[in-house]
């Protein structure tokens, strides 16, 4: 008689901030990821700002954020200058950068933001496999 066990459950890797103002894209995004990363999604900047922060001061920063460009209030631009200004912060300076990945309808306007430290980008409605090859890459870059 074999024994059965119980399969433990599969360790997920990523920890993971989700900043998205709407609901369904933020579900989408959460639904596509669940098995792979730690999800905690914020509906705005201001949130996002703050999940960030709490991150750091646990000393456990996100491997990855998904910013929306345009939420109300704090923008995700705005969410991403914040963030790579604390990475420099000599106190951060030990803690690895954050992997950030933009969400936009509109293209052509993140175009002209390159140079502001985001590492990729993708375009909604989001392709879920492109986004988990993407943040696969990213963390496989980060790891050499």
Known sequence: ???????QPQEKPWSVLIAEDDLK???QLVKAL??????TTVENGEEAISAY???LKKRKPFDF???D?????VNGFEVLKTIRAAEEDEKNASLKPT????TTAY???LMEHYNMGWDEFITKPVDVKALAGKMQQLMNRRSL
Do not use: G, Q
Request: charged share 30%; aromatic share 0%; with cysteine.
């Open 1 to 7: 008689m074999t024994k059965k066990t119980k399969s």
């Open 25 to 27: 894209s933020r579900a």
């Open 34 to 39: 669940h098995h792979r990363a730690r999800c």
């Open 53 to 55: 922060r709490k991150s």
């Open 65 to 67: 954020v998904l910013l």
């Open 69 to 73: 460009v345009t939420m109300p209030n």
């Open 99 to 102: 992997c950030v990945i933009m």
């Open 107 to 109: 293209r052509d306007s």
